[in-house]
């Protein structure tokens, strides 16, 4: 299933799917599958700060996580508990407690991701792999799933100067980093969250298609600019033009 929420009128060049060079491309919720473990780590983390599942201010805050999915996770827990440190002991009990339930082999590929990073790749497009996680964590996830070396980079919040999303800051990182298209236009950006919408649009890029494989649904993804709205990333490439 694609629907495309642009215009009928035609797409002028660089901006439309078929032109895209570079394809940036989310992790949790859009190429992996991790059954809930976003909310499972934030429960470990929530415990370290004296916050007590079934309470009042656990419900607050796991409505906020909920929200911000695809915001970097940092970013999130300095909104949560407001003091620096706070946040971070906060943010290094999350990433522990993800990275101990990846070890644990609770994540898999969403169906058709891999294929699909692989036929982009065959047909000439450079895909970047982004995620709103630590570094640790990401490599863990890339570990778990036997994906090093699938992808021409993959990139965190602190590769792309700490910021992570709704900042255009990864996407464009990914541009500078591969120097795999000219125009901003020429980049498709693809994620399960709101914030990947915003990041993709604010990044300039000519396709930002929501997958609802995670967190939000299509009236969020379209609110947030998506241009297409795809049932998974396996059907990426078709949007792209590749198959």
Not at 171 to 180: C, D, E, F, I, S
Not at 220 to 239: C, D, K, N
């Amino acid at each position: 299933m694609v629907r495309d929420l642009t215009e009928n009128t035609a797409t002028p060049e660089p901006g439309t799917p078929s032109a895209a060079e570079l394809v940036v491309l989310d992790m949790a919720g859009t190429t992996v599958a991790d059954g809930g473990l976003v909310e499972l780590a934030f429960d470990a983390a929530a415990r370290r700060l004296g916050v007590e599942p079934g309470s009042a201010d656990h419900a607050q805050k796991l409505a906020h996580v909920r929200a911000t999915m695809g915001e970097s996770k940092i970013s999130v827990f300095r909104h949560l508990f407001g003091e620096e440190n706070a946040a971070r002991r906060a943010n290094q009990a999350f990433e522990e407690a993800y990275g101990e339930l990846v070890d644990g082999g609770r994540i898999a590929p969403v169906p058709g991701a891999r294929e699909a990073i692989e036929a982009l790749r065959a047909a000439g497009r450079t895909v970047v792999l982004t995620t709103g996680f630590a570094r640790v964590t990401q490599d863990a996830i890339l570990d778990a799933l036997g994906w090093r070396g699938l992808v021409a980079l993959t990139l965190c919040p602190a590769d792309a100067g700490g910021r992570g999303r709704p900042y255009p800051d990864m996407v464009l990182a990914a541009l500078l980093r591969t120097g795999a298209a000219d125009d901003v236009r020429r980049i498709a950006v693809a994620g399960d969250t709101s914030y990947d919408m915003l990041s993709g649009r604010r990044a300039g890029a000519g396709t930002v298609a929501g997958v609802l494989t995670g967190a939000h649904d299509t009236a969020q993804l379209t609110a947030a600019g998506a241009t297409h709205i795809l049932g998974s990333v396996a059907e990426l490439p078709a949007l792209l033009g590749v198959i």
